[in-house]
């Protein structure tokens, strides 16, 4: 905590819960939490030939609060001899806005499929679990429809992200690759890697890391991404043959307790575990790995109307500020459930 007083705490948790409210209107501005998708950007004329995005109205106005609250923040934290970095209410949304867009985007029942040919839909559903806990689950229907044939085509751009945006994303999908192979390094680097690709055996995980398989395959994967966060309209002529693949997934998204009083208690992300699979085709690790299941459960948690309260301490303490992932995960926590935050334990 920053300050000694109770008085003091009591300011600076209203500090930060009133930043994690601008941040939640500036999310909802851009994002459709109803349908887990960005809302598309309008466009208006620049040049002669040219369009650029246009922000939703209000939203340069409240990033500005946005951007005075956590100015005046830093400033308490000065005067009391703190210095800048560490918050999880100090990542910049620029940054952070992007990024909680993409970890929260679910697909709706998708018209077109992506470049592999496939279609995805979800849903989220809460199911009882443990010892008197409740189950946050996601449900996966993916379907393949391939085609082949001629094709003539004209192609025109569309995506929820400005340019800078998607830069931002692809740059913050590479951190968290840089920080799993850190992790791995540092806590099993004496482990062998095998694989599964070219069958190549490598003696540690500072070997594989430094090897050319893995960097062509980081390259490959970011490039993918990259590619991800836009889609393409064809106006196109086929003459086609077509097969199809279909495959349903349940896969666990976090364990949480409301206790009788509305407040909550637990909430423990289970990294999308497969719980269940049936069918042919491709599994949902590619769609899932670009989501994340803490922010995802916490947009879900914000519309349960059986909670009331959610203590701010339950997020804040004892994560790690220097992990990007880290505080991307608590400050999009606390941005989805802003509106029911308190400040007490």
Known sequence: MFFDTPRQAERFNAACIEIARLQKRLLLLRFDAAQRAPRP?????????GREPVLPAGYEQTLARLHAARQELQERRRAAGYTDGGGWWEQPWERLGPVLMQLL?????????????????????????RAGNCLLCLHVH???????????????????????????L?????????????????????????????????RTAVDYYASP???????????????????VEEQRVLSVSSNSADRRSVHAVCEYRIDEAGTLQSLAPLEFAELQADGGGRGA?????????????????????????????????GYDADDFAQAVRVAGILTCLADKLTGGD
């Open 142 to 168: 993916a379907h393949k429809q391939a085609h082949s044939g001629r094709k003539y085509r004209r192609d025109i751009e569309h995506s929820a992200y400005t340019p800078a945006e998607r830069e931002a």
């Open 170 to 202: 692809v740059g913050a999908f590479n951190d968290r690759r840089n920080a799993a192979a850190a992790f791995h390094m540092f806590a099993l680097n004496n482990v062998g890697v095998d694989s599964l690709l070219t069958g190549q055996s490598y």
């Open 213 to 231: 398989e893995y960097l062509a395959a980081r390259m490959y994967q970011s490039s993918r991404y990259s590619e991800s966060l836009y889609t």
């Open 105 to 129: 985007t679910l697909p709706p029942e998708e018209d077109e499929a992506d470049d592999s040919g496939w279609r995805h839909t979800a849903a989220l559903r809460s199911v009882p679990g």
């Open 41 to 49: 950007l309008e466009t208006r004329r620049k040049g002669l030939l």
């Open 285 to 317: 690790a590619d769609h899932l790995q670009m989501r994340d299941a803490g922010v995802l459960a916490a947009l879900w948690l914000a519309e349960e109307r059986s909670l009331r309260r959610v203590p701010l301490a339950l997020f804040t303490a």
